[in-house]
């Protein structure tokens, strides 16, 4: 059996469709910017959704950011938005360290997004400066000196990933009681008209991953992780909210697998012939990938909202 094509949201059936969530999640990266410019008008298509009576909570995997940095870019971009808003998987990873009653000391593979919010909930860390490396490495047998503080290894983009880092993070994993956490595991960033391709989170988890033997806890999309941090907190009903995206293998399945009403956005990572091979698949897997609704971008909503 095929899967059923998402819906466009159009003029003829706009009222039900904003009738039938109160509170917006939503996605940045490839939804509301790329890189570090808005995708069209998606600020102004945001913040009339919230002048519509929605509430608004930003949810991303990337890591690199706290979620008061985070609150500034969306500001800076013309997206309103309050701190109390983001959800990013550095703010979830903390909180999850925090819930554990976790007291030891955290070796992060990841930015400055981590070692911020670890120290908002009074967490020790080490690890985020680079570590560069040249010359044989069976020297760093002898020169590499593990903490005996470290009880976690948190892993998320680290734009000086090198192979000491990589060596020290799994030296720590060998202890069984290490733990072992991953921001996210998006395989790369979408970047629009470029033929370049920058890697994400996913890649340097994978590489961990590969010398520890061993599999992380994702704090990321799609784990339920980054709707439970909000949901209780705010009292969030599943069947009255909406996830955008535009990525399905996490943001719409981490929809799906919070019960929520999903849209894709076709202004990032996933594209209309995507939807179109999981609509004509007969794999279940790949239906699941399939929101109830799509736009080509987030500012498409403008018009229909007049
Ligand atoms: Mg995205």
Redesign the pocket.
């Given at each position: 059996m095929p899967g059923k094509f998402p819906q466009l949201v159009e003029r003829s059936h706009v009222k039900e469709f904003l009738d039938s969530f109160d509170i917006v999640l939503t996605?940045?990266?490839?939804?509301l910017w790329c890189a570090n410019a808005p995708i069209g008008k998606a600020n102004e298509a945001l913040n009339q959704l919230r002048a519509l009576g929605k509430k608004i909570f930003y949810v991303t995997n990337n890591s690199s950011k706290s979620r008061e940095e985070y609150a500034q870019k969306c500001k800076k971009l013309g997206f309103i938005a309050d701190k109390e808003e983001i959800v990013c998987t550095a703010y979830v990873t903390a909180l999850y360290l925090k819930q554990k009653n976790f007291n030891k000391k955290v070796y992060i593979v990841g930015a400055s997004g981590i070692t911020q919010e670890l120290d908002n909930v009074g967490i020790a860390h080490t690890g985020i400066e680079p570590e560069p490396f040249s010359g044989d490495v069976f020297d760093l047998k002898d020169t590499l000196k593990l903490d005996p503080e470290v009880g976690a290894v948190t892993v998320g983009l680290d734009p000086y990933i090198s192979f000491p880092k990589v060596m020290r993070a799994a030296s720590y994993l060998s202890d069984p009681d290490c733990l072992f956490i991953a921001t996210n595991t998006d395989e790369k960033f979408?970047l629009s008209s470029s033929n370049l391709v920058m890697p994400g989170a996913g890649a340097i988890v994978k590489c961990v991953e590969t010398v520890a033997e061993r599999s992380p806890v994702v704090m990321g999309k799609p784990s339920v992780k980054m709707f439970s941090s909000i949901r209780d907190q705010y009292q969030l009903d599943p069947s009255r909210t909406l996830m955008i995206?535009?990525?399905c293998n996490t943001?719409i399945l981490f929809g799906k697998n919070c019960g929520l009403h999903t849209m894709v956005v076709l202004s990032?990572?996933t594209e209309m012939k995507d939807l179109e091979a999981w609509a004509a698949s007969s794999d279940e897997e790949k239906h699941k990938l399939l929101a109830d609704y799509y736009l080509p971008q987030l500012d498409d909503l403008i018009p229909l909202l007049e």
């Open positions: 996605d940045c990266d490839g939804v979408p995206g535009d990525r943001d990032g990572v």
